[in-house]
């Protein structure tokens, strides 16, 4: 029988050679053929899924979105309490910022220059983490009901901030300094679920 | 005696131009023939201070800031209280958005694009902002010792959280609910500025 590589995997093959190009030499410099090379498929094969560089980068920061809610998701789990939760999401996420720091720096501050369709996948991704923070802030509520919920805008504002701190790193070249962020990130985010409820 | 223009004249001319052309048909159709008759200069002197359309965008939201940090100055100085503060700050920002939207949607959204000297720019004008609101916070601490000061990283998340619901806002092409952003920006900020100082 011969090797059956579905449509789906090719796809996803592409991405993955995507996002090694840009680990290994930035955006800028990744062209199709580095892309096609390390996915081991040909040029017409990238074409029959991604009309430029471009769309597999559109692609591919959906994607990485999808790992990053699961890999937050899956911190999140192991721990009880509110505080450790916040830290271990933090951590899990700084850490793969860490791990894969010129992808990260494409996802971030790349996209920005993607047009429309870039602002469009990046509001996509920031909806899905605030969508996370709010089932998070919900599950507080249980512990202790005098806690507010987070509204959709304060979780989008926390999403916006937490991003800021990172972007800051990345365009200072300090990715060094991503860990630093932890404390002012988990500082903003327990403000805001400890804030009182008597203006509501 | 003939009318002496200064060189600082003529590009503040310039600037005045370009935001002109920029609030009339949006910055991609905004040509230079636009920019110089509005200023009503030649060619000649727009090329004498700039190299490029992009250059003249960076500089006038390099300017533009300067007006909105004077705007929002303006307002704390009017507002005795911290909460007062917050509130005018925000509605003398978010009035001054929704007075200029196609120019305000230029320095948010299509600096983005501007490679990295647009992101330089953002970047000083974050700062800029994160420095006024510590500067704001710290006069808090003499309204009541108790409340923390705010950490430059506070300050930015804080900043880069309230862009966010603008940036939101602007995208989805919803300009007339920019005032809504209004309670959550000051509901963040107010929870930062309350949070407990037990675990300094």
New interface residues.
Partial sequence: MTEQVTEAEYRSRLMDGMAAAVAEKGYAETTIADIVRLARVSKRTFYQHFASKEECLLALYTAATDQLIEVIRRAIEGAHDMHSRVRCAHRAYLQRIKEHPLLMRTLF?EI??A?SRG??VR?AA?QRFADLLRATGADQQYDSPQKRHI?P??A??????????I??AM?SNQIERLL??E???T??L???L???IADD
């Fill in positions: 501050i920005l220059a047009g602002l469009q509001r920031n509204t805008a304060l989008m504002a926390i999403v916006g901030g937490i991003n800021e701190l972007l800051q365009e630093e962020i404390e002012p990130a500082a903003l327990e403000a805001v400890a804030r009182p």
